[in-house]
């Protein structure tokens, strides 16, 4: 299983940017399809964007034109970059590794992100 750990989160005013990085310590990073997911408390965990071992990407409706998920597959880290925060935006931002060639899943710790009005 892939090894994943999140950097970048933080408190920011609406309107604000961040970027999130997540580096796998472990296994072929390249094969993988890295995705960014946010949690808020009592909601399940949702998609907010993904990217394919050929740089295919694709985001939620809420996020199109503000984030942009890329790879570094050199450093084995993916990044979100995510600008004009906004209120909603607000969660714990989980980075995950899917591994086309095992299908196993793998999860970083998270990382919260917090956008305040």
């Known amino acids: 299983q892939v090894q994943l750990v999140e950097f970048g989160g933080g408190l920011v005013q609406a309107g604000g940017s961040l970027t999130l990085s997540c580096t796998a310590s472990?296994?072929?990073?390249?094969?993988?399809?890295m995705a960014w997911y946010r949690q808020t408390p009592g909601k399940q965990r949702d998609l907010v964007a993904r990217?394919?071992?050929?740089?295919?990407?694709n985001y939620a409706d809420s996020v199109k034109g503000r984030f942009t998920i890329s790879r570094d597959n050199a450093k084995n880290t993916v990044y979100l970059q995510m600008n004009n925060l906004k209120p909603e935006d607000t969660g714990v931002y989980y980075c995950?590794?899917?591994?086309?060639?095992?299908?196993?899943?793998?999860w970083g710790q998270g990382t919260q992100v917090t956008v305040s009005s």
């Open positions: 995950n590794a899917y591994n086309t060639v095992s299908l196993r899943n793998s």
């Open positions: 472990s296994g072929i990073f390249s094969i993988n399809t």
């Open positions: 990217i394919s071992s050929g740089g295919n990407t």
